[in-house]
Structure formats: C-alpha cells, structure tokens
C-alpha cells in the first residue's frame, strides 16, 4: 500500500478531516488508498495558528488511510478557490505546483513507530501496521 510522509501539524490537519488537498511540487498519476504518515518534522511556525482546533501531533506514526482521487495543476483559478475555501487551513499566498485532492477513509490510532520516507514509498501492512 502506498504511503506519503508528512511533516506535522499537515498530517493531523488530514487525519482529522480538516485538510482535503496536499501540495506537492510533483505530479503523481497515482490514484487510491494511501496511508498519511506523521514524520519526525514540524512546521513550528504553524503550530500556533492551529491551536484552536486541540489537535494530537503524533510523530513516526500512520495517522489515517485516505484515498487520492485527482492531482490537480495549480492556476491562478485554483489559488483562488482554495484560499476562499478555508484561508486559515490553506493560507492567503498563491501556490505553485500539484495539489493532491484527497478524501479521509478512517483515523487511524496507532502506536506503533514507522521510519517515513520521502516520495510515495511502499507501506508493508501486515509488517508495519
């Protein structure tokens, strides 16, 4: 099963239903399950802006299971829907590059400790989960 690592407090904005697109500077064509896992980085700037929603940010851990659904070029058209959509969640700059246009499937609690990976990168369920 594939797999994306992601800095937090990104992940857990996903795992939690509040974040529905990942942006990426590269294309993917791949569609379907993917795992999101928190890595060891943080975005320390971010923390702050998202404390009202008294999140968890775990570390090395699969946090949910979504599913990828379209990788979309980012225009000027998009940049505005985003922003007009949640400026809080996806801020007020204009991006460059790919967003990865996702739906939750489940949460996922675990304890188990996962080494993250850049890229896609293959998830060994019965091994790792």
Request: hydrophobic share 35%; net charge positive.
């Amino acid at each position: 099963m594939k797999a994306l690592t992601l800095k937090q407090p990104y992940a857990s904005l996903i795992a939690n239903g509040l974040k529905e697109y990942e942006f990426r500077s590269w294309k993917t064509n791949y569609r379907g399950e993917l795992y999101i896992h928190a890595g060891t980085g943080i975005d320390k700037d971010k923390f702050s802006k998202f404390s009202k929603y008294n999140l968890e940010y775990p570390k090395s851990k699969i946090v949910c299971k979504v599913r990828l659904i379209d990788c979309i070029k980012i225009d000027d058209e998009f940049n505005k829907k985003i922003i007009s959509m949640n400026s809080d969640i996806y801020g007020t700059k204009p991006r460059e590059g790919y967003a990865w246009k996702i739906e939750l499937i489940e949460k996922i609690d675990s304890d188990k400790i996962i080494k993250g990976k850049l890229g896609l990168w293959n998830l060994d369920i019965e091994k790792d989960l």
